[in-house]
Structures are given as C-alpha cells and as structure tokens.
Nanobody, 123 residues
C-alpha cells in the first residue's frame, strides 16, 4: 500500500502562484510515477502533469504547459506541482496519484490516490 497526502492548496488571485506537495508513505519503493489530476463538480477528472520517479521525465496537459512544473524529491519521497500564472479556469480540487507500472495520463493507470486539495483562483 502507498499513502499520499496533498498540501498547499488555497485561494489565490489570477496571475498568482501556488505550490502543491504530495507526500508519499508506505511501500514507496514500488512507485514508478506520480501524477497530478484536477476535478470540478460534475466534471471528469482531468490530467494535469506526471513525472517518472526515477528518471524525472515529465508530461503536461496542453492547458498547463509552460505555466506549471512538476518535480519530485526522492529523498523526501515527495512530489510537487508548481503552478504559476494561475487562471480562474485552473480552479479545481487537485489530487496526486501514484502509478506502480508506468507514466500515464489516464486515471485508470494510477493505483493510489490522495484525498485532494482545493485550489481556487479568483479573477
């Protein structure tokens, strides 16, 4: 089992920045990749970014490329999502997820999920 806990969400004005953290515990040696997803009420969960845990390869949704940066700190077993130039449409609950088998953009490929953290961007 892998446990994930997000932190760092909050309220920010458009154009501002936030950094989300995802602390992993449990059988963390089995993590192959970490992803970030976001969701609004009544909508499907949307891929934001992903990173391979060992090699650090990164992947981004077109909507956030150039504004968001995903990273990980292996020693702390923590992943990060740096969000810059935030827009009101970035408002959502952001969740991190761990995949045991590969880097992917689909929720179906992730095995463990955090509880989510709310990000609200005001105009």
């Amino acid at each position: 089992q892998v446990q994930l806990v997000e932190s760092g969400g909050g309220l920010v004005q458009a154009g501002g920045s936030l950094r989300l953290s995802c602390a992993a515990s449990g059988r963390t040696s089995s993590i192959y990749a970490m992803g970030w997803f976001r969701q609004n009420p009544g909508k499907e969960r949307e891929f934001v970014a992903a990173i391979s845990w060992s090699g650090g390869r990164t992947y981004y949704a077109d909507s956030v490329r150039g504004r968001f940066a995903i990273s990980r700190e292996s020693a702390k077993i923590t992943g990060y999502l740096e969000m810059n130039s935030l827009k009101p449409e970035d408002t959502a609950v952001y969740s991190c997820a761990a995949s045991l088998f590969g880097v992917a953009t689909s929720t179906r490929e992730y095995d463990y999920w955090g509880q989510g953290t709310q990000v609200t961007v005001s105009s």
